[in-house]
T-cell receptor, first 112, second 112 residues
């Protein structure tokens, strides 16, 4: 089992551009959550996908959007990038059986 | 609204010493998680605590949960340098077993 995998691992974008980050959940997990972690901060919940729908959303603007595919993988899209969007973006998957969330290695996004 | 507070936020300790990290949360929850994060890395699950009075131990770390006091502790016994990392507690939002609310983290440095 490869666990939770994210791509790419690092990304540099220019202000105003758009970015797509990808996540494949751990085998057997059906729920994917996305978090933003700024340097020196704890993870901030962006949104959660289950059954291909956004089920929960944190306090993030509409520039942040996502998608979940039938195979449970997920994408996070951010439009009109701002310098403040620079952060580590973490994907976590969880199982209907509980047991907490398992995290991917993250995507380090730098906006210049 | 569920809020999670950790203290201390920074902890510098000598090898061989004992210390406790505290995690308080503001509203009812039935699950609490402890994670470890090394610099630049993703989050590693340490403990899942699901019931009042739950105690779990792994090596030099022991976690406990008191749901009545809305308090969890992470106790470090005879610290070693390898334990240097940031430790996060995360609490499951009531009615939603997938969304996690995070503390700010405790940055632990264990010095020789």
């Amino acid at each position: 089992d490869a666990g939770v995998t994210q791509s790419p691992t690092h990304l540099i974008k220019t202000r105003g551009q758009q970015v797509t980050l990808r996540c494949s959940p751990k085998s057997g997990h059906d729920t994917v959550s996305w978090y933003q972690q700024a340097l020196g901060q704890g993870p901030q919940f962006i949104f959660q996908y289950y059954e291909e729908e956004e089920r929960q959303r944190g306090n993030f603007p509409d520039r942040f959007s996502g998608h979940q595919f039938p195979n449970y993988s997920s994408e996070l899209n951010v439009n009109a990038l701002l310098l403040g969007d620079s952060a580590l973006y973490l994907c976590a998957s969880s199982s209907p059986l509980g047991g907490g969330a398992f995290f991917g290695q993250g995507t380090r996004l730098t906006v210049v | 609204e569920l809020k999670v507070e950790q203290n201390p936020l920074f902890l510098s300790m000598q090898e061989g010493k004992n210390y406790t990290i505290y995690c308080n949360y503001s509203t009812t929850s039935d699950r609490l998680y402890w994670y470890r994060q090394d610099p630049g890395k993703s989050l590693e699950s340490l403990f899942v605590l699901l019931s009042n009075g739950a105690v779990k131990q792994e090596g030099r770390l022991m976690a406990s949960l008191d749901t009545k006091a809305r308090l969890s502790t992470l106790h470090i016994t005879a610290a070693v340098h390898d334990l240097s990392a940031t430790y996060f507690c995360a609490v499951g939002a009531a009615g939603n077993n997938r969304k996690l609310i995070w503390g700010l983290g405790t940055s632990l440095a264990v010095n020789p």
